[in-house]
């Protein structure tokens, strides 16, 4: 079954907790993204990465964190330094020579 | 830099109308446009894209839409409305800034009544 999986489904913090979120691909896509989407504001980017141990900040990477260890996987981390973490997040990739992004089905984080 | 707008928030059609959805972009380059569809609590799907060739471009689930560079549109369309297509609607645009960034309109919610 291929795709991305992104995991939990839903997940509740307490305020000051780190979190991290999971996404993993089978795709053999390159380029994976980060975005957080809020009500009437679209999708917005988090981080970006292209290649295995290499990633960029995106718009709004402030109190955030990843790695990219492995192809397959692109790990977010959401600190307690972001100051309003409450979100839906979906995480995406982009083959090799293409434009279009494949997403996963998210993860609704809360932190209370 | 790119920018797209999408006008409406909230579209509501009855069930076998047409639907439309404007999408409008600016770029300082050729755009590669898209659009996406969301269901709720769910990730975003590929209706269709637009990249080079014919500017009206088909795509899944009876949709289409019309690329019109003069009027720098890419507007989403589809003759007869469906109950299932009630959902939200991204448009989004490739950035020119060095890398493949998605730049998304804010969306437009769908509303379809029998």
């Known amino acids: 079954d291929g795709g991305i999986t992104q995991s939990p489904k839903y997940l509740f913090r307490k305020e000051g907790q780190n979190v991290t979120l999971s996404c993993e691909q089978n795709l053999n896509h390159d380029a994976m993204y980060w975005y957080r989407q809020d009500p009437g504001q679209g999708l917005r980017l988090i981080y970006y990465?292209?290649?295995?141990?290499?990633?960029q900040k995106g718009d709004i990477a402030e109190g955030y964190s990843v790695s990219r260890e492995k192809k397959e996987s692109f790990p977010l981390t959401v600190t307690s330094a972001q100051k309003n973490p409450t979100a839906f997040y979906l995480c995406?990739?982009?083959?090799?020579?293409?434009?279009?992004?494949?997403f996963g089905p998210g993860t609704r984080l809360t932190v209370t | 830099a790119q920018s797209v707008t999408q006008l409406g928030s909230h579209v509501s059609v009855s069930e076998g109308a047409l639907v439309l959805l404007r999408c409008n972009y600016s770029?300082?380059?050729?755009?590669?446009l898209f659009w996406y569809v969301q269901y709720p609590n769910q990730g975003l799907q590929l209706l269709l894209k637009?990249?080079?060739?014919?500017?009206l471009v088909k795509g899944i689930n009876g949709f289409e839409a019309e690329f019109k560079k003069s009027e720098t549109s890419f507007h989403l369309t589809k003759p007869s409305a469906h109950m299932s297509d009630a959902a939200e609607y991204f448009c989004a645009v490739i950035s020119n800034t060095g890398f493949q960034k998605l730049v998304f309109g804010t969306g437009t919610r769908l509303l379809v009544s029998p």
């Open positions: 637009y990249t080079t060739g014919a500017t």
């Open positions: 990465s292209q290649i295995v141990n290499d990633f």
């Open positions: 770029s300082s380059v050729p755009p590669y």
């Open positions: 995406a990739t982009r083959g090799w020579q293409t434009y279009e992004q494949y």
